[in-house]
């Protein structure tokens, strides 16, 4: 009797019940899914839809050849309250403008868990898709573009996560907006191979644990990577180029690994407030304008392997003592004066990132005006002969004597308007 029952069961889930609805331009879209039942396939030809859509069952809604669907400039274009919904397929555009209502071209609300979201373009709307208190939600190989006329402040975020765990976020494509990824109280995410440009931030991390970033490109925005209030995060194998301010920002951090990233030709490579206990290693961060800016009782960090070639400023320091860097295996730094006598790869001599000279660089800029004046460089001199003249600084004490990351070549040549 109960393996009756059990098959029973298993045959009322099973999808082979599942029906495929054809919608054509014309008909009701909403009324098809009223109709449908849990499970269904709805089928939506090619044409242009006026739609504020409810989903509230699970079901599949799948655009065949590209199908419009137009929020009018009202509402949410598209809203889901009910688990297992499958959304593919579709052009989905023109959400209302309510910065206050949240309006998105797909809102997830709170339930709508393993939602899958992917192969869609989601353009011009206020948020492309906002997830709020929804799990294990998917989203794959969309393109999202925002509000292009109006200013930063104006638009919503291309992808807003909230309070969510186990998303995956993988291969979108997403600009014009305020933040390409805001990612707010939520955990064991995946965000990989995405490619995020022209937005205030790449990403901006907020209050979430345990998530993995990997192999993400963040370029031209303002910011690239920002990680704020978060620990127990793996950053891994990004490029982060091109962005205005900086290119990765760990703000409040702990407890985390951030490896084999690139970080070029932004305005500081790494911005570094407030951090312990992370593993920052074999990353290559070249050409920025300032390499590090590195401040508020930063400590306990292990740096290294890392790759400092070509920025214009290596180590930007405030602090009230000597941070050290590379105690285990050392960093590569390419204003480095050193020698090595004894042929082993690491200069006999430690590297001091900063000197009196920097500091009075930093406070009268003008100065760099006189930098290689004879007077300037026997002001450096003076301050490495008299240690009462000497300022806290960033100290590598095994400095290695060649950088070892191997597409430093690349980027040395790559200019901020090419990947």
Same mark, same amino acid.
Not at 39 to 43: A, F, I, Q, R, T
Not at 100 to 113: C, R, T
Not at 201 to 206: A, F, I, Q, S, V
Not at 386 to 393: A, E, G, K, S
């Given at each position: 009797?109960?393996?009756?029952?059990?098959?029973?069961?298993?045959?009322?889930?099973?999808?082979?019940?599942?029906?495929? #609805?054809?919608?054509?331009?014309?008909?009701?879209?909403?009324?098809?899914?009223?109709?449908?039942?849990p499970?269904?396939?709805?089928?939506v030809?090619?044409? %242009?839809?006026?739609?504020?859509?409810?989903?509230?069952?699970?079901?599949?809604?799948r655009?065949?050849?590209?199908?419009?669907?137009?929020?009018?400039?009202?509402?949410?274009?598209?809203?889901?309250?009910?688990?297992?919904?499958?959304?593919?397929?579709?052009?989905?555009r023109?959400?209302?403008?309510?910065?206050?209502?949240?309006?998105?071209?797909?809102?997830?609300?709170?339930?709508?868990?393993?939602?899958? #979201?992917?192969?869609? +373009? /989601? !353009?011009?709307?206020? %948020?492309?898709?906002?997830?709020?208190?929804?799990? +294990?939600?998917?989203?794959?190989? @969309?393109?999202?573009?925002?509000?292009?006329?109006?200013?930063?402040?104006q638009?919503?975020?291309?992808v807003?996560?909230?309070?969510?765990?186990?998303?995956?976020?993988?291969?979108? =494509?997403?600009? %014009?907006?305020?933040?390409? &990824?805001?990612?707010?109280?939520?955990?064991?995410?995946v965000?990989?191979? @995405?490619?995020? =440009?022209?937005?205030?931030?790449?990403?901006?991390?907020?209050?979430?644990?345990?998530?993995?970033?990997?192999?993400?490109? !963040?370029? &031209?925005?303002?910011?690239? /990577?920002?990680?704020?209030?978060?620990?127990d995060?793996?950053?891994?194998?990004?490029?982060?180029?091109?962005?205005? +301010?900086?290119?990765?920002?760990?703000?409040?951090?702990?407890?985390?690994?951030?490896?084999?990233? *690139?970080?070029?030709?932004?305005?500081?490579?790494?911005?570094?407030?407030? #951090?312990?206990?992370?593993?920052?290693?074999?990353?290559? *961060?070249?050409?920025?304008?300032?390499?590090?800016?590195?401040?508020?009782?930063? !400590?306990?960090?292990?740096?290294?392997?890392?790759?400092?070639?070509?920025?214009?400023?290596?180590?930007?320091?405030?602090?009230?003592?000597?941070?050290?860097?590379? !105690?285990q295996?050392?960093?590569?730094?390419?204003?480095?004066?050193?020698?090595?006598? +004894?042929?082993?790869?690491?200069?006999?001599?430690?590297?001091?990132?900063?000197?009196?000279?920097?500091?009075?660089?930093?406070?009268?800029?003008?100065?760099?005006?006189?930098?290689?004046?004879?007077?300037?460089?026997?002001?450096?001199l003076?301050?490495?002969?008299?240690?009462?003249?000497?300022? $806290?600084?960033?100290?590598?004490?095994?400095?290695?004597?060649?950088?070892?990351? $191997?597409?430093?070549?690349?980027?040395?040549?790559?200019?901020?308007?090419?990947?």
């Open positions: 009797m109960a393996f009756a029952v059990t098959a029973a069961l298993a045959l009322l889930g099973n999808p082979l019940w599942a029906a495929t #609805v054809q919608v054509r331009p014309g008909q009701d879209l909403q009324a098809a899914i009223i109709a449908a039942a499970g269904d396939v709805l089928e030809q090619r044409g %242009f839809y006026r739609v504020n859509l409810h989903i509230d069952k699970a079901l599949t809604l655009g065949v050849d590209r199908p419009t669907l137009s929020g009018g400039k009202t509402g949410d274009t598209i809203r889901v309250t009910a688990p297992d919904v499958v959304i593919e397929g579709l052009i989905v023109d959400s209302g403008t309510s910065l206050k209502d949240q309006n998105a071209g797909i809102y997830l609300y709170p339930g709508a868990h393993r939602a899958v #979201v992917r192969h869609n +373009d /989601l !353009t011009y709307n206020l %948020f492309g898709l906002w997830i709020e208190k929804a799990n +294990d939600v998917q989203v794959l190989s @969309n393109i999202i573009t925002g509000l292009r006329d109006v200013n930063s402040s638009r919503g975020n291309g807003q996560l909230y309070n969510t765990k186990g998303a995956r976020i993988e291969g979108n =494509h997403i600009s %014009f907006v305020r933040d390409a &990824l805001y990612v707010d109280v939520s955990h064991h995410a965000f990989r191979g @995405n490619r995020l =440009h022209h937005s205030r931030y790449g990403t901006h991390y907020m209050n979430s644990y345990y998530n993995l970033w990997e192999d993400n490109d !963040t370029y &031209l925005n303002r910011g690239g /990577l920002a990680l704020m209030e978060v620990r995060q793996v950053v891994r194998n990004n490029r982060a180029w091109g962005n205005s +301010d900086h290119g990765i920002m760990l703000r409040t951090m702990q407890d985390s690994v951030i490896e084999n990233n *690139v970080v070029a030709d932004n305005g500081r490579g790494f911005f570094i407030y407030d #951090v312990e206990y992370v593993k920052l290693r074999n990353n290559l *961060v070249t050409g920025n304008s300032v390499g590090v800016h590195l401040s508020a009782g930063s !400590t306990r960090n292990e740096v290294e392997g890392n790759d400092f070639v070509g920025n214009r400023e290596q180590v930007r320091y405030v602090g009230a003592r000597d941070e050290r860097w590379g !105690t295996s050392g960093n590569y730094w390419s204003n480095y004066l050193g020698w090595d006598r +004894d042929g082993n790869g690491v200069g006999d001599v430690p590297y001091e990132a900063n000197d009196m000279v920097d500091r009075l660089t930093w406070r009268h800029p003008t100065i760099k005006l006189l930098l290689a004046s004879p007077a300037v460089q026997a002001l450096r003076v301050g490495q002969q008299f240690p009462v003249l000497r300022v $806290p600084t960033v100290v590598d004490p095994k400095p290695r004597m060649q950088p070892s990351n $191997p597409q430093r070549s690349h980027w040395r040549d790559t200019q901020p308007s090419k990947p």
